[in-house]
């Protein structure tokens, strides 16, 4: 009998054990979740103990990130959401936050990529957090001279009517072309580009009285200002496109280097019937532009070529453009054009057989536009 009551003794200890683990994380979970919003130092505490004892739950190395954020411990909430989203892999939410960290650890590329990926899986309901991602991916967009792209990022808010000073604040930079930190302003520039974010604001919402008066006073008050005009001239666009011209035109003759001017330049040349003069322009433009958006220049100048007839140089033009941007259906539309007129027939029917492809998940109206000037102003050469 001995020899049997002692492995049912073993077996009750074991048993006990592990009831009083599961009811000691039970307890550590419910404790932590309770003291999440009003005392995040000791949530942490408590999702770290519970975590010792279940590593594999998800849920704790979330709500312990966010936590660990709110107490700007970033480099810990990082580390936190990686282990959580791990787990996890489908929750935008977590992608959101782990952008947010690597933000403030300037880890910006990085930040970026997983912003792109929360969104891409969705942030969820709340608002208020969606705005902060939002404005920091904008943020990081503006340093690297993606105006467009950033506004991008930030155009889903104004249909949400969401325009807080911050949201302003970052559209300001983006009309103004300014690849500032917020930070890192005067309290001079700052008014200007508060007062450029919310005529820009007003203007992408379509409360066009608002935008008039705001970029009325912008003009009144800041027009020798670094920007000013290149942003009125992105606003007359879809007004008085001669107008718009020769605000461009002023802020290029004021700063010679503004390469968001000599693009809409050369673009708005190609287009009205000088393509050798926009050629020109979008060259000067290709010398000090980003390179990340040399493929506008080059698709611009292959729509130049084109339009000249000379079907080599524009397919050499659009070609290279499609190097960086080999998912851009307008670019395959230009280039099966290109080949068609130079009697490249299979060449055409493959690059009409991409843009078909590729125009299924895109925007129908999409074209490769300059900076600021989003696809309203390109529908005239629309396929």
Known sequence: MKWFCLPAILWASLLHAQTSTVENFDDLAARAQAEVDSNPSEAVALYRKALDIRPSWAE???????????LQR?????????????LAPQLGMAYGFLGLCEYELGDLHQALGDIIKGESLGLGPNLVFETLVRRHAALILVREQAYDEALAQLGPLTVKKVNTPEVEEAIGLCALTMPRRPESLTPQEKGVVDLAGRATWANMCRRSTEAEEAFRELMAKYADFPGVHYANGVYQMEMDQRLALSEFEKELKAHPTHWPSMLVIGFLRIRDGDPEGGIEMTRNAMRVEPERDRWIALTAIGQGYLAMGEMDKAIASLQQALQQQPNNDSIHFFLEQAFRQAGRKADALRERDEFVRLREHTDPRSLPTPPGMGARQATSTAP
């Open 74 to 86: 970033f480099s810990e909430a990082r580390d936190a959401f990686r282990k959580g989203i791990a």
């Open 60 to 70: 704790g190395w979330l709500y312990m990130g966010g936590d660990l954020y709110r």
